[in-house]
């Protein structure tokens, strides 16, 4: 397994009181659902109890943004994690969804002000794509999870630290 380069300098655990979002795409399902295993163990080593983990499926991860817009408008979550799988093939539609899939996710954090996290893959070929899903590459998705810890945590600092009123 390749070492991971974004460990955290310390050991992070969940705010007790935190509920976290998995939205996550069932096209290339295969590979996706080891994205999820791995999210769904990394809240759970970190304290996150089943009633605080909200799991949703859209078709593909073109509907991603949609669903973690309509979750981070609800308020319920410290952070939401979008997970999904795009395999390039032979046509430009690869680019296309890949881009609209990114900018997305990424303005439904800035338009509401909670972490949105991107787990999504954007691989060449299936081998890639399963390498990052428990493979030689590690699990995507459990990094996708523990970032979305790291995101609570930071806006309850933000939040004692009196730089927002988010979190506390």
């Known amino acids: 397994m390749s070492e991971d380069r974004n460990q955290p300098l310390v050991e992070v655990d969940a705010p007790a ?55 981070a408008q609800s308020k319920r979550f410290d952070a939401v994690v979008t997970l999904g799988a795009v395999i390039r093939g032979g046509t430009p539609h ?9 900018l997305g996710v990424g303005r439904v954090a800035l338009d509401t002000g909670v972490p949105v996290v991107f ?4 691989t060449d070929d299936e081998t890639q794509a399963f390498d990052r899903a428990g493979g030689v590459h590690g699990n995507k998705g459990r990094d996708a999870a523990l970032t979305a810890i790291e995101m609570a945590v930071l806006d309850r600092r933000f939040a004692s630290d009196g730089i927002t009123t988010k979190g506390s």
């Open 17 to 71: 009181d935190a509920c976290f979002a998995i939205v996550w795409s069932r096209f290339n399902q295969a590979v996706v659902s080891k994205l999820l295993e791995g999210a769904k163990a990394c809240f759970s080593e970190h304290g996150v109890a089943d009633d605080s983990l909200y799991v949703v499926e859209v078709p593909g991860a073109w509907e991603l943004p949609y669903a973690a817009q309509q979750l």
């Open 94 to 102: 690869f680019d296309y969804v890949c881009e609209g899939t990114a």
């Open 119 to 122: 787990g999504v893959l954007t």
